[in-house]
């Protein structure tokens, strides 16, 4: 017997198999969680086993649970990535973008999607092997034409599922926003603000910023990878050789190579968050009036964004310099319906924001929003809900199905890439099928179809769906010749009767 000092106390329970988490036995050790004891029993196990069962005990390897739970089918691919997501989550969106993973919804539908066309072609090969057979209730033609308005529907709900699975990569990659504007507008203040701390340095000297400056923060819960940029303005080199004079402000060549990066990150980023601001410069004779319109090299780069994948967002800065808040109101409605008028600002649905980075930094606790900042960050959020927000086969965000779903935002960049390869196959099935119809869903008996091609499109369509989650395609030969015994089967009952009646 081992002396004393060797116990300690501890909760042993096993988990028979199948139902464990990897579908095998399974023996849990509960023990006190300190270094030594961990250590001590650690050390332990190897011995005790070698000694009653003679067997070798030995670390798991890197996920090796994982993949005996997937061997075992405990797990299937999209929740093993889903488990990989849940481990690397930092914010709230991004762990529940894991845990719809995790379930076993978004299998079930791929695994749907790639029954039905199975099905179809089970349809069509039967049509192949069966095409001299007078005894089909329906014409070669209008078969396929039948066939084509269910991959018709697959069609859009895999397009919605792809748009889905971008839509996620935002949460689970993170939202890139940029922060433009020209010189001394307020872009590093403000994203001091927002990060709660000096991240920027900050100055009256224009061309302060020369590089990409990107910090990431958790806002809303959401993971956003902001970059404070290089002022914009326009301007010439120290010494221009044509005109043989400085031609205007001085831009050095590193503030020009920041400006040129700077045109660049927000043309691919996410969200553009256009920084204007107030001064006594910009107010105009009537002091109700403020001119905050852009500089041409602003204008130039908003001009180039793509508006149908980013969203703009507009801020005036220093509202600090406005006498009240019926002002500052006064001033957001100028500059959105400056907006509104000038197609090529594309302003958003949002309000124009206005905040002060100064009243933010020197306010005391008292206040309850100093500068506008949490309104600011809660508008920010709205943005964000808006661009991951799942979509309907219909394209509607807020449509009742979408509900449904939500789990495809879950989708990695694997299923996506697979999504899209098979999203291409409906296509060339659909373009083989369609125009041999006339380009309708509607055939007549003297069409003829290359049904062999339609077939194959079909099968590499479902190959991709199988290799989502994980199935091969050996099962796929067994479950397309059982479509095709069936329709076999049918076929002989029909012949059966129809000599049946005939003797008769």
């Known amino acids: 017997m081992l002396p004393l000092e060797h116990y300690s106390a501890a909760l042993v329970l096993f988990f028979p198999a199948p139902l464990t988490v990897t579908g095998e036995d399974v023996l849990e050790l509960h023990v006190h969680g300190g270094n030594a004891v961990v250590k001590a029993v650690l050390a332990a196990i190897p011995n005790a086993i070698s000694q009653f069962s003679g067997q070798v005990i030995r670390y798991a390897e890197p996920g090796e649970f994982t993949r005996r739970a997937f061997n075992n089918n405990r797990l299937d691919l999209t929740q093993v990535e889903a488990l990989g997501d849940a481990l690397s989550a930092e914010t709230e969106q991004q762990r529940r973008l894991a845990v719809r993973g995790t379930t076993d919804i978004l299998a079930a539908r791929y695994e ?39 991959i018709q529907i697959l069609k859009a709900h895999v397009q919605a599922n792809i748009q889905n699975a971008i839509r996620g990569e935002l949460l689970r990659n993170g939202i890139s926003i940029a922060l433009l504007g020209a010189p001394n507008a307020g872009k590093s203040s403000l994203l001091n603000r927002i990060v709660g701390r000096e991240a920027a340095i900050v100055s009256r000297e224009e061309g302060t910023t020369r590089d990409v400056i990107d910090i990431a923060v958790d806002i809303g819960g959401f993971y956003c990878k ?144 100093p500068g506008g900042i949490q309104a600011f960050l809660k508008g ?107 329709k076999y089967v049918k076929l002989r009952k029909i012949s059966f009767m129809d000599e049946f009646d005939a003797d008769k």
């Open 112 to 150: 749907t999607w790639r029954q039905k066309l199975l099905y179809a072609r089970g349809e069509l090969e039967a049509l192949i092997d069966f095409s001299e057979d007078q005894h089909f209730e329906e014409s070669p033609a209008r078969l396929v034409s039948s066939v084509a308005k269910q």
């Open 380 to 486: 920010l959020t709205g943005v964000f809900r808006e661009m991951t927000s799942a979509t309907s086969p219909d394209g509607q965000n807020n449509s009742g199905d979408s509900v449904a779903w939500e789990e495809s935002l879950g989708a990695s960049e694997r299923q996506r890439i697979l999504l899209q390869q098979c999203l291409h196959h409906l296509e060339e099935f659909l373009d083989e099928v369609v125009p041999s119809l006339g380009g309708e869903l509607t055939a007549t008996e003297e069409e003829e179809i290359d049904v062999v091609l339609a077939a194959e499109n079909l099968r590499a369509a479902a190959d991709c769906l199988a290799r989502i989650t994980g199935k091969g395609e050996i099962g796929d030969v067994e479950e397309v010749l059982g479509v095709v015994f069936e």
């Open 226 to 369: 902001f970059g404070d940029l290089a002022g914009l303005r326009t301007g010439s080199l120290p010494y221009d050789s044509n005109t043989d004079d400085f031609g205007g402000p001085l831009v050095g060549n590193i503030e020009q190579e920041g400006m040129r990066r700077a045109k660049a990150r927000a043309l691919e980023s996410d969200v553009v968050i256009v920084v204007l601001c107030v001064n006594a410069d910009n107010k105009k004779s009537s002091s109700r009036l403020y001119d905050l319109s852009m500089n041409s090299e602003v204008e130039d780069t908003l001009s180039r964004c793509d508006f149908k994948t980013q969203e703009i967002v507009y801020v005036v800065n220093k509202s600090d310099l406005l006498e009240d808040v019926s002002e500052t109101r006064r001033v957001c409605t100028q500059v959105s319906e400056f907006l509104i008028s000038n197609d090529q600002y594309h302003a958003s649905k949002m309000p124009v924001f206005a905040v002060s980075c100064e009243e933010a930094q020197d306010a005391s606790g008292i206040a309850v929003d």
